[in-house]
T-cell receptor
Framework: DARVTQTPRDKVTEMGQEVTMRCQPILGHNTVFWYRQTMMQGLELLAYFRNRAPLDDSGMPKDRFSAEMPDATLATLKIQPSEPRDSAVYFC?????????????FGQGTRLTVV | GENVEQHPSTLSVQEGDSAVIKCTYSDSASNYFPWYKQELGKGPQLIIDIRSNVGEKKDQRIAVTLNKTAKHFSLHITETQPEDSAVYFCAASPNYQLIWGAGTKLIIKP
């Protein structure tokens, strides 16, 4: 069945290292969201793409985070250099068109631990 | 901007009883209100949603009500079962994105 696939599921890295998280949206979906989830802040929107174009990345720390969609089947979120405060679960979600016209389907998440 | 408040943060109910989770929003432009369920180790999953032109929507044991005047909406789960144990999130959408509540941890006691 159709699902959003995220890799890796878990990542432990040392402070200062580059981290790349990948997301394969559901085939045919044209919107992609990156969220970060922590106990303290809940679900935070980091970036939003529609038709592969970044429409909103205001929630993302620009100095170390970057998000791209090299093609319609792949979205990436990079952190360079990583810091302990980046430890969180990162979710990718995909959908069709404007959010109020259909649900956002979430992946299983990438649990990132920066030590 | 939009702000969504969700209560309670934790709710414990006896199996078979009903559970109610409430959310309030601030932006009258919000017109879409989904509810997501998140099980341990998984991503949130949509369980029900409602649009601003509807006051109530029901799907088996789950129902959502919306009061646009008061800017609040609620999730009702009847005849709760052990598999209902999870964290539930409400959200409001004034535009292309979802503004999330902080979540409610629902515990079903046997």
């Amino acid at each position: 069945d159709a699902r959003v696939t995220q890799t890796p599921r878990d990542k432990v890295t040392e402070m200062g290292q580059e981290v790349t998280m990948r997301c394969q949206p559901i085939l045919g979906h044209n919107t992609v969201f990156w969220y970060r989830q922590t106990m303290m802040q809940g679900l935070e929107l980091l970036a939003y793409f529609r038709n592969r174009a970044p429409l909103d990345d205001s929630g993302m720390p620009k100095d170390r985070f970057s998000a791209e969609m090299p093609d319609a089947t792949l979205a990436t979120l990079k952190i360079q250099p990583s810091e302990p405060r980046d430890s969180a679960v990162y979710f990718c979600a995909s959908g069709l068109g404007v959010i109020d016209r259909g649900e956002a389907f979430f992946g299983q998440g990438t649990r990132l631990t920066v030590v | 901007g939009e702000n969504v408040e969700q209560h309670p943060s934790t709710l414990s109910v006896q199996e078979g009883d009903s559970a109610v989770i409430k959310c309030t929003y601030s932006d009258s432009a919000s017109n879409y209100f989904p509810w997501y369920k998140q099980e341990l180790g998984k991503g949130p999953q949509l369980i029900i949603d409602i649009r601003s032109n509807v006051g109530e929507k029901k799907d088996q044991r789950i129902a959502v009500t919306l009061n646009k005047t008061a800017k609040h909406f609620s999730l009702h789960i009847t005849e709760t079962q052990p598999e209902d144990s999870a964290v539930y999130f409400c959200a409001a959408s004034p535009n292309y994105q979802l503004i999330w509540g902080a979540g409610t941890k629902l515990i079903i006691k046997p």
